[in-house]
C-alpha cells in the first residue's frame, strides 16, 4: 500500500532564507507521481509542483524546486527566498499510475515564515 | 477559465441527517475527486468520478455517495451523519484520459467545511 509520511509536524524560516520540507513514500507500483500542494488558512488546496518517477531531472517551479531521490524515496520541498505569505500548510502527496487515480497525502508540515 | 468552485462553503447539521455538497469542475476536466480532511489532518480520498461513473472509492462506508452530471459538476451526499464526519470536504478536478498519464494534476477548490452536532 502507498504511504507518504511527513515528519516535520512544523518549521519556522527567516524571510528570504531557503527552508526544506521533507517528505518520504513508499510504493511497489514503479511509475508514480509526486505533488507538492501548500493549503493556507482559506483551506483551498494550491498545486505547487509535481514531480514524475521517470523523470531524470529534478522539477522546478519557480521558487520551488523539489530534491527527488528515488533510492532513497524521498522528494523534499524547497523553497527559495521565503516570503512572509509562505506561510500555510504544506501537503506531500503521491499517485499510483496503476489502478485508482486518487491522492495519498501525509500528514502535513505547517509552516511560519518570520519577519 | 473559472476554477473549482464548492458549495455551501459552511454547512452545520445534526447526527442522523442528510447533506449534500455541491462540485463544479474546472472547464475542460472530466474528472471529479472528492476527498475529507479532519481537522489537523491530510486529505482522505472518498472517491472519485470520470464520466460520470465511480472510478474508484476509498475507505468510506457506503452512506457515503455521489453523482457526476453531464457538465462534470459533481454532488456528495452522506447519509445518517455521524460526529465524526465533521470536516473540511474538498472536491478536485482533472482532465484524464487525456494521455498526460501520471501528470494529471487534481485542481482544489476551497473546500466546504462541515460541522455535525
Known amino acids: 500500500a502507498q504511504k507518504i509520511t511527513q515528519t516535520q509536524p512544523g518549521m519556522f524560516v527567516q524571510e528570504k532564507e531557503a527552508v526544506t520540507l521533507d517528505c518520504t513514500y513508499d510504493t511497489s507500483d514503479p511509475s508514480y507521481g509526486l505533488f507538492w500542494y501548500k493549503q493556507p488558512s482559506s483551506g483551498e488546496m494550491i498545486f505547487l509542483i509535481y514531480q514524475g518517477s521517470y523523470d531524470q531531472q529534478n522539477a522546478t517551479e519557480g521558487r520551488y524546486s523539489l530534491n527527488f531521490q528515488k533510492a532513497r524515496k524521498s522528494a523534499n520541498l524547497v523553497i527559495s527566498a521565503s516570503q512572509l505569505g509562505d506561510s500555510a500548510m504544506y501537503f506531500c502527496?503521491?499517485?499510483?499510475?496503476?489502478?485508482?487515480?486518487?491522492?495519498?497525502f501525509g500528514s502535513g508540515t505547517r509552516l511560519q515564515v518570520q519577519p | 477559465e473559472t476554477g473549482v468552485t464548492q458549495s455551501p462553503t459552511h454547512l452545520i447539521k445534526t447526527r442522523g441527517q442528510q447533506v449534500t455538497l455541491r462540485c463544479s469542475s474546472q472547464?475542460?476536466?472530466?474528472?471529479v475527486s472528492w476527498y475529507q480532511q479532519a481537522l489537523g489532518q491530510g486529505p482522505q480520498f472518498i472517491f472519485q468520478?470520470?464520466?460520470?461513473?465511480?472510478?474508484g472509492r476509498g475507505n468510506f462506508p457506503p452512506r457515503f455517495s455521489g453523482l457526476q452530471f453531464p457538465n462534470y459538476s459533481s454532488e456528495l451526499n452522506v447519509n445518517a451523519l455521524e460526529l465524526d464526519d465533521s470536516a473540511l470536504y474538498l472536491c478536485a478536478s482533472s482532465s484524464e484520459g487525456t494521455g498526460a498519464g501520471g501528470k494529471n494534476i487534481q485542481y482544489f477548490g476551497a473546500g466546504t467545511r462541515l460541522s455535525v452536532l
Open positions: 472547464s475542460g476536466h472530466n474528472t
Open positions: 468520478y470520470y464520466r460520470e461513473e465511480e472510478n
Open positions: 502527496a503521491m499517485r499510483e499510475n496503476a489502478g485508482r487515480r486518487a491522492l495519498t
